[in-house]
C-alpha cells in the first residue's frame, strides 16, 4: 500500500512515526524486531513521494540513525536510511554521519556488521554524492566481504546440493555477502549514465564471473551450495 498509494497514510503518519521511536528503544542497542521492517517501510513509501509531510522530531530522527546502523534484523537499515534521505531536512548532514560511522574501522563479524553494510548499501544509492569521497573504502569493504570463505563447504554440504534455504537461515556471510554486491550494484544504479567506465566494467565482470561459475568465485570452489544458490545465478533478491 505505501509503494502504490502512499497517500493513505497521511492521516496515520504521526501514528507510525511514534511507534518508530517506541520501537527504536524496545531492545538494548536500539535493535527492532521484525515488526519494525514493516512500519519503516510503509513510512519510506510515504516519505519518498510526500517528503514534507514526513515529521521532523529530533526523537524520530535519532530513532531513524539507531535503526540505520543497530536496528536488527539489517532490512530495517534500508528503509531507515530511505526516510532520512527522501524527507530529513539536514539530509546530508545524516548522510555524513552515517556513512562515517560505516566504514570506520569496519571489521568482518563485529557487532552489527550487518547492519552497516545494509546501510552502506542504501546510502551509496540515494546518497551517492556524500559517498563519493569514501567510494574506494566503500569497494574495498564491499570486495573484502565477497573475496573471502570464511566457512568453507564440507563434502556434505557439496553433496547435499540444498536447492533453497529459508532466508532466516542464511548464516551471516551469506547475508554479508549478498549486502555487499548490493552495494556494488548500487553505486553504478546511483551513477548510470555518469560514466561510470572503469567501475561499470569491473562490477559487470564480477556479475558474469558469478552467473557463468553458479556463484562460485574461487578457484578451490569452497563456497558452500547455499552462499551460491543466492548469488545473481539464482536468487539475489
Known sequence: MSSSNPAVFKANVKALSDLLQEQSLSKSYGAADSGAVDTLKACAGFAKFYPKDMPQERKLLDALVNFSLTGKPPAVAKHAVSILMYSANRKVMYASDLLRAC??????????????????????????????????????????????????????????????????????????????????????RANAGTGAGTTLESVMTLLIKLVNNEGELFPEKNTPFVTRAFSPSGNLR
Open 103 to 188: 566504514v570506520k574501522n569496519f571489521k568482518f563479524g563485529e557487532e552489527h556488521f550487518l547492519t552497516k553494510l545494509a546501510c552502506l548499501s542504501q546510502l551509496v544509492l540515494l546518497a551517492p554524492d556524500q559517498c563519493e569521497d569514501e567510494s574506494k573504502t566503500i569497494t574495498t569493504i564491499a570486495k573484502g566481504v565477497l573475496f573471502k570463505v570464511r566457512n568453507p563447504a564440507t563434502e556434505e554440504d557439496q553433496e547435499s546440493l540444498k536447492e533453497w534455504v529459508d532466508d532466516e537461515l542464511l548464516d551471516d556471510e551469506c547475508k554479508a555477502k549478498l549486502l555487499a554486491l548490493r552495494i556494488l550494484v548500487n553505486r553504478l
